[in-house]
């Protein structure tokens, strides 16, 4: 029995060693066919890839740069958007107060409030930071959101007749929308009436 048990061992070893042998043999006669210069052409290729992929990765990292040198503020500047939006709200409220009304010390404020302001619009204006037009423009879904509709046989449908909070690009980007009322055509009596009395007949 333990003759046997060490025969089929022997065995074992034998044909691991055999299948070794095989596999090295073919991995010579592949190294054998693979010429040198395939060999080159491999290494190129290699070689290739490699500088495309550092490029695509140089690329990145100078887009990442620029980005964050160009939008680096981006959140500062659309939260420094509400220092204007007081000002504005300020000398509404100042305008609106009755007691003030004429008033030396509110003609003052109100010019202190303005040269403040002057100042803010012209430090935004030095970081790329300008106000969108609106006002008798086109509609623009990427500029401008509509608040509301306004009745105007003078102006065509969708033109911007009202700016109610205005809106701010940095640079190319975004940084808020302007809140704005457009136009749209007057509905004629006769189309009322028989808009009514289709309601009323279904």
């Known amino acids: 029995m333990e003759k046997e048990q060490n025969n089929k061992t022997d065995e074992k070893v034998n044909n691991k060693k055999e299948s070794t042998n095989i596999l090295k043999n073919n991995e010579k006669e592949i190294e054998a066919k693979t010429t ?117 046989e003078n102006k065509d449908s969708g033109t911007i007749v009202q700016e109610i909070q205005k809106g701010y690009l940095m640079k190319d980007r975004l940084l808020r929308p302007s809140l704005v009322a457009v136009s749209k055509k007057p509905e004629k009596i006769e189309e009322k009436i028989e808009e009514k009395v289709k309601k009323w007949c279904f």
């Not at 550092?54 to 740069?65: A, C, D, L």
């Not at 509110?106 to 012209?122: G, N, P, R, Y």
């Open 36 to 152: 040198p210069e395939d060999k080159i052409k491999e290494l190129e290729d290699k070689l290739a890839r490699t500088l495309a992929e550092m490029e695509n990765q140089r690329r990145r990292f100078e887009k990442e740069k620029n980005d964050a040198f160009d939008y680096g503020g981006f959140s500062f500047a659309k939260e420094s958007l509400n220092l204007i939006d007081n000002f504005d709200r300020a000398k509404q409220s100042l305008e609106n107060d009755e007691e003030l009304k004429d008033s030396n010390i509110l003609k003052k404020t109100i010019e202190h409030l303005a040269i403040v302001k002057k100042d803010l619009i012209s430090i935004f204006k030095k970081n790329n930071i300008e106000e969108i037009v609106a006002v008798n423009k086109k509609l623009d879904p990427n500029l401008h959101q509509a608040m509301m509709e306004v009745e105007d």
